[in-house]
């Protein structure tokens, strides 16, 4: 009996993959889950609050807690595309919202279940002394309540965070494509930052527009306000990472080898020539 070779599996670039692949699909599970926060950078860091005039109001830096992570999203899009081709990001793009999908449909289900009525005093510690049980019972009294809060999401928000997430992907996915096919190998800055910059626009925008505005949540001159000043600390923060990537470049080849690390993209760079 013919037994089945385990060791393509384990070759450097698969593993490669598969790293990468994690640390994406996290990514964007997490963000998508803790982005139901909203959060204010200047008194996160005690700073006064800018107040930059945007259409008419002011506008501070206020932002979804999601916005921690996604510009290291768009970073690990590069990355994969430079090694893996347009054809990586859009498997795994499609990957990530199909379990951000699933992971909203299992908050659905949970928050349809009926709590226990001991569940908040599982909160409370053994040898808590009376005060302290009493206090800590006044905050998780409406455990249930924050339960739904957090995790239901509304319909139009978890539409709106999809939406923008495949359409930013893929746009990152398609001018990093076209820029590598004119600059080549090189110039890894110029592809990665100048993809991230025009597609994290577009994000900001689609997922405000489409949970806030088509909603009837939120004024367009409101929701385009908020998107400028997300779009802002996105924009610095791409610029900020774009060292890292030559950092991570730098640890990808050591650990597949210069030659099979320069193959790979070289192979990248021909099947983006070839769609």
Not at 204 to 210: A, D, E, Q, Y
Request: aromatic letters at 14%; a neutral charge.
């Amino acid at each position: 009996m013919n037994k089945v070779d385990p060791a393509p599996l384990f070759r450097k670039e698969h593993v490669l993959f598969i790293i990468l692949a994690g640390f994406f699909v996290a990514n964007a599970l997490i963000a998508e889950f803790i982005g139901v926060k909203i959060f204010s950078l200047e008194q996160t860091f005690g700073l006064p609050q800018l107040n930059l005039h945007i259409f008419g109001a002011d506008r501070s830096f206020d932002l979804t807690a999601g916005v921690l992570l996604w510009p290291a999203i768009f970073v690990m899009t590069d990355i994969i595309n430079d090694y893996y081709g347009v054809r990586g990001v859009r498997i795994l793009s499609l990957l990530a919202a199909a379990l951000i999908t699933y992971g909203f449909l299992m908050f659905f289900m949970g928050i349809q279940l009926v709590p226990s009525g001991f569940w908040p005093t599982s909160h409370v510690p053994l040898n808590a002394s009376p005060a302290e049980r009493e206090a800590i019972l006044q905050k998780v009294s409406d455990f249930d309540y924050a339960f739904c809060v957090v995790f239901g999401q509304g319909l139009w928000i978890i539409a709106g965070s999809l939406v923008a997430f495949l359409v930013g992907q893929l746009l990152d996915a398609y001018l990093f494509k076209r820029i590598k096919s004119i600059t080549g190998d090189g110039k890894i800055w110029l592809r990665a930052t100048g993809s991230t910059l025009i597609s994290q626009l577009v994000d900001s925008f689609v997922v405000l527009f489409i949970a806030f505005y088509v909603s009837g949540k939120m004024p367009l001159d409101m929701v385009i306000g908020i998107g400028v000043v997300n779009y802002l600390f996105k924009f610095l923060v791409a610029l900020v990472l774009t060292p890292f990537l030559y950092l991570i470049h730098g640890l990808i080849e050591r650990f597949l080898g210069i030659e099979l690390a320069r193959e790979m993209r070289r192979r990248a760079v021909m099947a983006a020539d070839e769609q």
